[in-house]
C-alpha cells in the first residue's frame, strides 16, 4: 500500500512539472491565464476617490517593458539598470525584493527607452525570461537558481532584430515555445531544442496555439507574415504575406477557432483569415484597427484596443470592433497609445501617459467611469489586475502597486 502511494505522488509530482498548474488566483504570463488579457476577478471597486488610488508599494525596477507576472503571491518581471538587465521577484503584497538575478545586456534605446520588452512566464516550480539580446534563461521559482540558459542568437543563427527580442515565453506541455527569427521549440525542463522553422524577419509578438482537427497548431506573426506552423515538428502548415512598414509587427495573433485575427501599425491595419486544409483564407482586411504594439483583446465577441501608432499618440483611439465582421462599433481619444486589459466585464485603461481609467467593456457606447492618476513619463506597459490591486509601471521603470479594494 505504501508503495503504491509513493507511486501515485510520484506520478502526481511530474504531471504537475509537465502541465505548469497554476492557482485559480494566479497571472503567470503575459496576458494572463487564458493569454487572452482577460480576468474575472471581481469585488474590486469602480468608484475610485477623487484624489487618486491609494498606493500600496512603490518600486524602482530599471528601464524596460516588461509586464508583471504574478504566482503565489510573487510578483516576477525584468528592468535595465547600467549596461545590465535584471529580472526580480517580488514580494507582490510589499515590493521587497525575494531574489534577483542580473547580467550583462545593451540598453538598445532605438527610437524609445530601449530595456527587455518580454515579459516572465510561470509554469509550475520554474520562471522563463527572455533577455533583450536573445538570453533565454529557466529559472528556480523559489530561489533564482538558474536551472538553464540559452543564448538564442548562437543557437538559432539569428542576429538581434531591429527592435530587439521581445517574445514572451509559451508553455505549451513539456514545450517552450518563441518566435525569435524562427519559431522555436525548447523542452521546458531542460533546455534541449526540439526543433526550429526556417528563418524570418523576427517579428514581436508571442505564439498563439490553436486546435484544429485534434492536431495543435501554431500561429505567429512575423516581420514577413502570418504564419502556421505544426507544433510536434516545426513544420510550416501555411503563410500569407502580412508586410509592415518599418518591420514592426508586433502583436500576438488572436485565435477563435479555426479563424485568426492580426493588427499591425503604421496604417497597415487588421485582418481576419480563417486556416482550412494547408490553406489561409482572408475574410476581411481593415485599417480601422492599426495596433502599433499592444494587442487588442477579444471580449465577447467584439475587440478593444488602440488604433494608431506611439508617434502620433495623440491621435489615437481606443476602438471596439467586431471580431467577425470588422465594424467599428465606437472609437474614444484621449488614452494616447496606451493599453489595457478587461476584468470582470471593464475596460482597465492605462494611457501612455500614466493615467489609470475604467469603463464598461460594451459595444454600445464608451461611456469612462472613474481615473485616477498613476504614472509619469511613457506607459506602454498592460497593466495588471489581481487580488484587488493594479499593478503598473513606466519605461524608465517605476513599477507601483495600487489598490481597488
Known amino acids: 500500500m505504501q508503495t503504491n502511494m509513493r507511486h501515485f505522488f510520484l506520478t502526481a509530482a511530474i504531471l504537475?512539472?509537465?502541465?505548469?498548474?497554476?492557482?485559480?488566483?494566479?497571472?503567470?504570463?503575459?496576458?494572463?491565464?487564458?493569454?487572452?488579457?482577460?480576468?474575472?476577478?471581481?469585488?474590486?471597486?469602480?468608484?475610485?476617490?477623487?484624489?487618486?488610488?491609494?498606493?500600496?508599494?512603490?518600486?524602482?525596477?530599471?528601464?524596460?517593458?516588461?509586464?508583471?507576472?504574478?504566482?503565489?503571491?510573487?510578483?516576477?518581471?525584468?528592468?535595465?539598470?547600467?549596461?545590465?538587465?535584471?529580472?526580480y521577484c517580488l514580494n507582490a503584497t510589499t515590493g521587497e525584493v525575494v531574489w534577483s538575478y542580473k547580467y550583462p545586456c545593451q540598453l538598445l534605446p532605438h527610437l524609445h527607452e530601449g530595456g527587455p520588452c518580454s515579459t516572465p512566464t510561470?509554469?509550475?516550480?520554474?520562471?522563463?525570461?527572455?533577455?533583450?539580446?536573445?538570453?533565454?534563461?529557466?529559472?528556480?521559482?523559489?530561489?533564482?537558481?538558474?536551472?538553464?540558459?540559452?543564448?538564442?542568437?548562437t543557437d538559432l543563427g539569428v542576429t538581434t532584430p531591429e527592435w530587439a527580442f521581445s517574445s514572451s515565453a509559451y508553455i505549451l506541455g513539456d514545450q517552450l515555445l518563441l518566435e525569435a527569427g524562427r519559431v522555436v521549440s525548447y523542452n521546458k525542463?531542460?533546455?534541449?531544442?526540439?526543433?526550429?522553422?526556417?528563418?524570418?524577419?523576427?517579428?514581436?509578438?508571442?505564439?498563439?496555439?490553436?486546435?484544429?482537427?485534434?492536431?495543435?497548431?501554431?500561429?505567429?506573426?512575423?516581420?514577413?507574415?502570418?504564419?502556421?506552423?505544426?507544433?510536434?515538428?516545426?513544420t510550416e502548415l501555411a503563410f500569407t504575406a502580412w508586410d509592415s512598414p518599418f518591420r514592426t509587427n508586433s502583436t500576438t495573433p488572436i485565435v477563435v477557432g479555426n479563424k485568426i485575427y492580426v493588427s499591425s501599425g503604421y496604417n497597415k491595419g487588421c485582418g481576419l483569415f480563417e486556416y482550412h486544409a494547408g490553406e489561409l483564407r482572408e475574410i476581411y482586411t481593415s485599417r480601422n484597427m492599426r495596433n502599433h504594439f499592444n494587442n487588442s483583446i477579444l471580449h465577447n465577441g467584439f475587440l478593444y484596443g488602440m488604433d494608431g501608432n506611439s508617434n502620433l499618440g495623440r491621435v489615437v483611439q481606443l476602438t471596439c470592433m467586431n471580431f467577425e465582421t470588422g465594424e467599428v462599433m465606437w472609437?474614444?481619444?484621449?488614452?494616447?497609445?496606451?493599453?489595457?486589459?478587461?476584468?470582470?466585464?471593464?475596460?482597465?485603461?492605462?494611457?501612455?501617459?500614466?493615467?489609470?481609467?475604467?469603463?464598461?467593456?460594451?459595444?454600445?457606447?464608451?461611456?469612462?467611469?472613474?481615473?485616477s492618476p498613476c504614472l509619469t513619463g511613457r506607459c506602454w506597459t498592460i497593466p495588471v489586475l489581481l487580488d484587488g490591486k493594479i499593478y503598473a509601471r513606466n519605461a524608465a521603470g517605476t513599477l507601483k502597486c495600487v489598490n481597488l479594494k
Open 16 to 87: 504537475l512539472a509537465l502541465i505548469g498548474l497554476t492557482a485559480a488566483g494566479d497571472w503567470p504570463n503575459w496576458l494572463g491565464p487564458k493569454h487572452d488579457g482577460i480576468s474575472e476577478e471581481t469585488g474590486w471597486s469602480v468608484e475610485w476617490p477623487e484624489a487618486g488610488l491609494p498606493v500600496v508599494w512603490e518600486k524602482e525596477i530599471g528601464i524596460g517593458f516588461s509586464s508583471v507576472s504574478i504566482v503565489d503571491e510573487k510578483l516576477f518581471t525584468m528592468g535595465h539598470v547600467d549596461g545590465e538587465e535584471f529580472v
Open 122 to 153: 510561470v509554469d509550475g516550480e520554474f520562471v522563463y525570461t527572455l533577455g533583450k539580446e536573445g538570453q533565454l534563461f529557466c529559472f528556480n521559482k523559489k530561489t533564482g537558481e538558474v536551472v538553464w540558459k540559452q543564448e538564442l542568437q
Open 189 to 234: 525542463l531542460t533546455g534541449a531544442k526540439n526543433w526550429q522553422t526556417e528563418l524570418h524577419q523576427a517579428g514581436y509578438g508571442s505564439v498563439a496555439p490553436f486546435e484544429v482537427d485534434g492536431e495543435t497548431l501554431l500561429a505567429t506573426l512575423d516581420c514577413d507574415g502570418l504564419r502556421i506552423t505544426d507544433a510536434k515538428d516545426g
Open 331 to 371: 472609437q474614444h481619444a484621449g488614452y494616447g497609445c496606451g493599453s489595457l486589459m478587461i476584468a470582470n466585464g471593464h475596460l482597465l485603461i492605462l494611457s501612455d501617459k500614466g493615467e489609470l481609467a475604467v469603463a464598461k467593456a460594451s459595444p454600445k457606447e464608451f461611456k469612462e467611469i472613474a481615473n
